[in-house]
């Protein structure tokens, strides 16, 4: 189905050729004149040059050519040389019939499907879930989605952080409080325990705990580096322990990411890149691009037209240690290898720009890609509080995500008895449900490389640009159409007809936009697009809402008219929030 925009576009593009100018002026815009008309055309000023003519005398050819539009029930040429545009109802109805039952609501299935890896989420073992992963498995999600939407394979990894330091943290903390334990004795032959030494709850006090004694405490912090040298070495016991870590942290994670309708198609771990090391460096080494440099070995990845400084890749620390970019490299190896991506977009906080510059370049100078093989960065902000800083608890401590939800869920369950009368069981239920909108709407509006306020009082609000606003929206319109099926009449048929006032002409103008919408948020990463598309949709269609009486209209074929409308309304906002991640509750 073609897009409406493009439509109107070949409509002026016509009319410009048949007054004899060329068709490329014929380029049409949303109005900026509301008041005016709908949507307007500025070719004629564009080619005024061109043509030696005055721009109003160019429209004005333009629009003596499209007096018996079938698109346009207005055409005015305006000084200097503005065409202003209004679209014919019965054109306009049409489309939206067609959007009704055309498939993706009109937006178009790539013809070019891609295999993209989307890495996001990011968590890392044993350290609890923060605020700062919540940006990434927010943003991520709804691209994969978007993507998803438009046929493109989309494979979500969680690549999770697990063999850091945090591992060699968390062994030596243990073995100072426990040294008896089997994983510790080193001339142990058998097997070890399948439980854990550890429950979750544990766990996330062990590794605070050992984190910030190693920063006052020298011995501490040789002792863990130790361990997580030995670890990456495979010594049994600690890899025993690594297997026990990760087991208790996994089913963690899955829990807090279904909370958040998180869902990755690979749990796959910094870990699994490590059999693929030693091969790729030695192919770095032999085809010259590694060089030895203090002791470390890195490679070049400087480019004339830089304007700041891009440091070498480091390769391997001076001890034969990989580092941080070596396993990002070696992830790049298996990702070819087990999928041959056509692109990796990697959904990371901005501050790791550099990182993945000279990841980025690394990769395609070494050649561990095919050249078309596309890599991409999107960075994003800090969430921060409201007085501007990183977000934090109360008390000043690091926000744990499971208490933000918390935190959210029980601001929205108040509004929600407060609103009306409901079991509290419900209650809880549906607070979850928009609670989760208000997060994630309350993230996404936001574009993404940039900072933003974290406020819980705005982001719960039922009314202005939130998550708990389009909720609402789409419940008023379930419940009108609820009340017309109880009339018995079916939501089945009908025909949508010309906009009978102002207020549903708007709505219909809206409705349309969609397909472009999808298309260009996915294209540019862009999900705030689609969330200030469904908020001006939102406000159109509450505006229609207040200004007709729709169950109450005797004319059965207008009722019938306005309930398609309610329909595509309430289709096109529920697959743009799924888009985004989240869902609507059937009464709040
Ligand atoms: N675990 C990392 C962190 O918390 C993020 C991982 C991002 N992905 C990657 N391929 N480096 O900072």
Redesign the pocket.
């Known amino acids: 189905m073609e897009k409406m925009m493009d439509l109107l576009a070949q409509e002026l593009s016509a009319a410009f050729e048949k007054a004899g100018y060329d068709s490329s002026y014929g380029r049409v815009t949303v109005s900026n004149r509301p008041d005016l008309c709908e949507y307007q055309c500025n070719g004629a000023m564009a080619g005024a040059k061109a043509y030696h003519k005055a721009p109003i005398v160019i429209a004005q050819d333009v629009v003596e050519k499209l007096s018996d539009s079938q698109v346009f029930s207005m055409a005015e040429a305006v000084k200097p040389g503005f065409i202003n545009l209004k679209i014919k109802e019965t054109f306009l109805s049409g489309y939206l019939q067609k959007m009704h039952t055309a498939q993706l609501l009109g937006a178009e299935k790539t013809q070019n499907p891609k295999t993209i890896i989307i890495?996001y989420g990011?968590?890392?073992v044993a350290k609890p879930l923060h605020v700062?992963?919540l940006r990434?498995a927010i943003i991520g999600e709804s691209i994969k989605r978007m993507g998803r939407f438009l046929g493109h394979e989309m494979i979500g990894d969680v690549?999770l952080?697990d063999w850091g330091l945090q591992m060699g943290l968390i062994i030596t903390e243990l073995k100072h409080r426990q040294p008896e334990l089997v994983y510790f004795d080193e001339s142990y032959e058998g097997e070890y325990p399948k439980e854990a030494p550890f429950t979750i709850g544990e766990l996330e006090e062990i590794y605070p705990a050992a984190s910030a004694k190693s920063k006052g405490d020298e011995s501490f912090r040789e002792e863990a580096l130790e361990a997580t040298h030995l670890l990456q070495q495979g010594r049994p016991g600690y890899m025993a322990l690594w297997n026990h870590i990760m087991r208790v942290s996994v089913t963690d994670l899955k829990k807090n990411y279904e909370k958040l309708n998180v869902t990755f198609d690979l749990w796959k771990k910094e870990s699994d890149a490590q059999p693929y090391i030693p091969a790729m460096v030695e192919e770095m080494r032999e085809k010259g691009y590694a060089y030895m440099d203090q002791g470390a070995l890195v490679v070049d990845v400087k480019e004339e037209t830089d304007t700041k400084e891009v440091p070498p890749c480091m390769i391997l620390k001076s001890d034969g240690a990989s580092l941080?970019t070596t396993t990002?490299l070696a992830?790049i190896v298996e990702r070819e290898k087990l999928f041959h991506p056509d692109e990796i977009l990697?959904v990371?906080?901005k501050r790791?720009e550099m990182?993945f510059v000279q990841v980025f370049r690394c990769a395609k100078k070494t050649g561990l890609l095919p050249q078309e093989t596309k890599l991409s960065f999107l960075g994003f902000g800090t969430m921060n509080g409201k007085d501007g800083k990183p977000f934090k608890t109360r008390e000043g401590g690091v926000m744990r995500l499971e208490h933000l939800i918390e935190d959210i869920n029980e601001e929205m369950f108040h509004k929600i008895v407060e609103n009306r009368s409901v079991k509290d069981k419900d209650a809880r239920q549906t607070a979850q449900i928009v609670g989760l909108s208000a997060i994630k709407y309350g993230d996404l509006s936001n574009q993404a490389t940039k900072d933003y306020i974290f406020d819980i009082d705005r982001f719960t609000s039922f009314e202005g640009n939130t998550g708990p606003y389009i909720l609402y929206t789409i419940v008023r319109i379930k419940s009108i159409l609820n009340r017309y099926e109880q009339e018995n009449k079916d939501t089945e048929n009908g025909e949508i007809l010309e906009a009978a006032n102002e207020s549903e002409k708007v709505l219909m103008l809206a409705l349309t936009g969609f397909p472009a919408v999808v298309e260009g948020a996915f294209e540019e990463k862009a999900p705030h697009k689609v969330c200030s598309y469904i908020y001006e949709l939102a406000n159109a269609f509450n505006r229609f809402y207040h200004e007709t009486k729709i169950l109450s209209e005797e004319d059965e074929r207008q009722k019938a008219s306005w309930i398609q409308v309610l329909l595509l309304t309430r289709k096109v906002l529920e697959t743009s929030i799924d888009l985004l991640g989240f869902s609507a509750p059937e009464r709040m």
Do not use: E, F, K
């Open positions: 890495d990011g968590p890392n700062g992963h990434s690549h952080g941080y990002d992830t990697y990371v906080d790791q990182h």
